[in-house]
C-alpha cells in the first residue's frame, strides 16, 4: 500500500506557489486536487480532514472513476444561516476583515527557535485539545529555516485568504459516485453539525456518519487512535468498528469496495506501518 500525502497549494513544500490571488476560491485546491487525481494509474481511497475532507467531496464528484472511497474528519459543510453570512461578506468584499481570516492576518510568522514557536501555540485556546506530540509535529513540519529563524510555511495572507473564501455553496460539490463515504464528525464545534447530516444522507446512499464524543473540530489530533483504526477498516474492506455515536440520521452498515492504493493523513502512517509493507511518496 502507497500513501501519498499531497501537499496543497500554499500550505507545505508548495508554498512558492502562494503568488497570487485566491480569485476562484476553493475552487483553486479542487482543481489542484483533480489534477493530481487525474494523473494516477489507478483509483485511489481519499483522506482528508476540514478543508482537505471539502476538497476531496468535490474532486470525487468530478473523477468518480478515479476513487474507490472517502474517508472524512469534520468536512466544511456548514449550515444555512452560516453560508448566507458568508455569501453576503463575500459579496460585500468583507470577508477577510471577520472571524478566522482577521486572526490569519495577525498571526505571527517569524519565531527565534522551535521551542518559542512551540510555547506560543501551546498557550492558544485553539491548540490545547492537542496532544504535544502533535502540537510539536506540527512546529516542525509547517514551519521552515530562514536566516532570521523559524518560519511558518503557510503565508498568513495566503491562510486569510482561503479563510475568506470558505466554500459558501458546498452542495454543487457533493454528489453520490457510488462509492463508500464515511464522515467522522466532532461532537463540538464540527464544521459539518447535525443539520446537515440528513442532507447528505440523503444526496449519497453509500454514507456513514458518526459523531466522536467529546471531540472538536480538530478530531483528527485529539482522537488520533482511533480516527485511524476506522481509516484501516475500511481500506482493508472490513468491517468498520466505529468508536463514536451515529448520527441520528444514520442506518449503520458495512462498507463495499476494495483498495489497493490509499491517500492518508500523515497521523495514521504509525497504524499502517504495522500492517503493511509502507511505502511513502511525497508529491509536491
Given at each position: 500500500?502507497?500513501?501519498?500525502?499531497?501537499?496543497?497549494?500554499?500550505?507545505?513544500?508548495?508554498?512558492h506557489?502562494?503568488?497570487?490571488d485566491?480569485a476562484?476560491?476553493w475552487?483553486?485546491?479542487?482543481?489542484?486536487?483533480?489534477?493530481?487525481?487525474?494523473n494516477?494509474?489507478?483509483p485511489?481511497?481519499?483522506?482528508?480532514?476540514?478543508?482537505?475532507?471539502?476538497?476531496?467531496?468535490a474532486?470525487?464528484?468530478?473523477?468518480?472513476?478515479?476513487?474507490?472511497?472517502?474517508?472524512?474528519?469534520d468536512?466544511?459543510?456548514?449550515?444555512?444561516?452560516?453560508?448566507?453570512?458568508?455569501?453576503l461578506?463575500?459579496?460585500?468584499?468583507?470577508?477577510?476583515?471577520f472571524?478566522?481570516?482577521?486572526?490569519a492576518?495577525?498571526?505571527?510568522?517569524?519565531f527565534?527557535?522551535?521551542?518559542?514557536a512551540?510555547?506560543?501555540?501551546?498557550?492558544?485556546?485553539?491548540?490545547?485539545?492537542?496532544?504535544?506530540q502533535?502540537l510539536?509535529?506540527?512546529?516542525?513540519?509547517?514551519?521552515?529555516?530562514t536566516?532570521?529563524?523559524h518560519?511558518i510555511?503557510?503565508?498568513?495572507?495566503?491562510?486569510?485568504?482561503?479563510?475568506g473564501?470558505?466554500?459558501?455553496?458546498?452542495?454543487?460539490?457533493?454528489?453520490?459516485?457510488?462509492?463508500?463515504l464515511?464522515i467522522l464528525?466532532?461532537?463540538?464545534?464540527?464544521?459539518?453539525p447535525?443539520s446537515?447530516?440528513?442532507?447528505?444522507?440523503?444526496r449519497?446512499r453509500?454514507?456513514?456518519?458518526?459523531?466522536?464524543?467529546?471531540?472538536?473540530h480538530?478530531l483528527?489530533?485529539?482522537?488520533?487512535?482511533e480516527?485511524?483504526n476506522?481509516i484501516?477498516?475500511a481500506i482493508?474492506?472490513?468491517?468498520v468498528?466505529?468508536?463514536?455515536t451515529?448520527?441520528?440520521?444514520?442506518?449503520?452498515?458495512?462498507?463495499?469496495?476494495?483498495?489497493r492504493?490509499?491517500?492518508?493523513l500523515?497521523?495514521?502512517?504509525?497504524?499502517l506501518?504495522s500492517?503493511?509493507d509502507l511505502?511513502?511518496?511525497?508529491?509536491?
Amino acid at each position: 500500500m502507497n500513501i501519498d500525502a499531497w501537499d496543497m497549494r500554499g500550505h507545505g513544500i508548495n508554498r512558492h506557489l502562494a503568488t497570487n490571488d485566491l480569485a476562484l476560491g476553493w475552487e483553486t485546491y479542487y482543481r489542484d486536487l483533480s489534477s493530481y487525481l487525474y494523473n494516477l494509474k489507478e483509483p485511489t481511497w481519499l483522506v482528508g480532514h476540514s478543508i482537505g475532507a471539502t476538497t476531496s467531496l468535490a474532486a470525487a464528484t468530478r473523477l468518480p472513476e478515479k476513487v474507490n472511497g472517502l474517508i472524512l474528519c469534520d468536512p466544511v459543510l456548514l449550515p444555512l444561516k452560516d453560508r448566507l453570512m458568508l455569501r453576503l461578506a463575500k459579496w460585500t468584499r468583507r470577508s477577510q476583515s471577520f472571524g478566522l481570516a482577521l486572526s490569519a492576518k495577525r498571526r505571527r510568522r517569524q519565531f527565534g527557535s522551535h521551542a518559542e514557536a512551540l510555547q506560543n501555540f501551546r498557550a492558544k485556546q485553539a491548540f490545547r485539545s492537542w496532544p504535544d506530540q502533535w502540537l510539536d509535529d506540527y512546529v516542525t513540519f509547517a514551519f521552515h529555516e530562514t536566516k532570521a529563524g523559524h518560519e511558518i510555511s503557510c503565508p498568513p495572507d495566503w491562510e486569510a485568504q482561503t479563510f475568506g473564501h470558505t466554500e459558501d455553496l458546498p452542495w454543487r460539490h457533493v454528489s453520490d459516485v457510488g462509492k463508500p463515504l464515511i464522515i467522522l464528525a466532532g461532537e463540538h464545534g464540527s464544521t459539518f453539525p447535525h443539520s446537515e447530516h440528513k442532507r447528505l444522507m440523503h444526496r449519497v446512499r453509500h454514507s456513514n456518519i458518526h459523531v466522536l464524543p467529546q471531540t472538536s473540530h480538530f478530531l483528527p489530533m485529539e482522537r488520533p487512535d482511533e480516527v485511524a483504526n476506522v481509516i484501516l477498516s475500511a481500506i482493508q474492506n472490513e468491517h468498520v468498528h466505529y468508536p463514536s455515536t451515529p448520527s441520528r440520521h444514520q442506518i449503520p452498515g458495512t462498507l463495499p469496495s476494495t483498495a489497493r492504493r490509499s491517500s492518508v493523513l500523515r497521523y495514521t502512517a504509525a497504524k499502517l506501518k504495522s500492517s503493511f509493507d509502507l511505502s511513502a511518496r511525497k508529491h509536491r
